[in-house]
């Protein structure tokens, strides 16, 4: 069975600062990944979707990489700023399997 | 206007009621999710359905029933709700190229159970 784990739960930087947010599963055999962002009493928005076959997907400042092998992604974010709060969280699609999702990392950036 | 919708937004409710959420959705999609969500632990698949005929259960069916309506409408029941149940959900849609595709969410249920 896919397990997701993220690290770490919660993170706090000033504005200005390039971060990254860890994803990491147990299963190599996906189909992809993704990572989501979700704002506090809001659902859940795509960020980006990572297929098996990439290595990696870049979405303005937000560019995730998929490391298969080492059953690893990250989310590195560049210049944040304090839009970019929330809590994002990864999900991967498994062979025979369902959607699984990380608990998230809870970002704050401090203007 | 929302591609997924979610109805009610809050509910509070008392242990031993039955409670019913909906969802709609007007992307076309076929297939349809429900999550609950619960602090420290991500979201987990309560039901889903790839299309009008199909029901399917998830991690976490017991105490759950769902009904698909029509390939718009996906409803989650509580049949006799329980404080543990007291949650956010959400229900998702996704379209047929699954590997390929995302899944769109509603904006959620907060359900509390006392």
């Known amino acids: 069975k896919q397990e997701v784990t993220q690290i770490p739960a919660a993170l706090s930087v000033p504005e200005g600062e390039n971060l990254v947010l860890n994803c990491s599963f147990t299963d190599s055999a996906i189909y992809n990944l993704q990572w989501f962002r979700q704002d506090p009493g809001k659902g859940l928005t795509s960020l980006l979707l990572?297929?098996?076959?990439?290595r990696e997907q870049t979405s303005g400042r937000l560019n995730a990489s998929l490391d298969k092998s080492s059953g690893r992604s990250t989310l590195y974010i560049a210049a944040s700023q304090p839009g970019d709060s929330a809590t994002y969280l990864c999900?991967?699609?498994?062979?025979?399997?369902?959607?699984?999702f990380g608990p998230g990392t809870r970002l704050s950036v401090l203007p | 206007d929302a591609d997924v919708t979610q109805t009610p937004r809050n509910r509070i409710t008392k242990t031993g009621k039955r409670i019913m959420l909906e969802c709609s959705q007007t992307k076309g999609h076929d297939r349809m999710y429900w999550y609950r969500q619960d602090p420290g632990l991500g979201l987990r698949l309560i039901y889903y359905s790839f299309d009008v005929k199909d029901i399917n259960k998830g991690e976490i069916s017991d105490g759950y029933s769902v009904s698909r309506q029509a390939q718009a409408k996906f409803s989650l029941s509580l049949e006799s709700a329980i404080p543990n149940q007291t949650a956010l959900y959400f229900c998702?849609?996704?379209?047929?190229?699954?590997?390929?595709?995302?899944?769109?969410f509603g904006p959620g249920t907060r359900l509390t159970v006392l």
């Open positions: 990572i297929q098996s076959s990439q």
């Open positions: 999900a991967v699609l498994s062979y025979g399997q369902n959607f699984v």
């Open positions: 998702a849609t996704s379209g047929r190229g699954q590997h390929t595709d995302t899944q769109y």
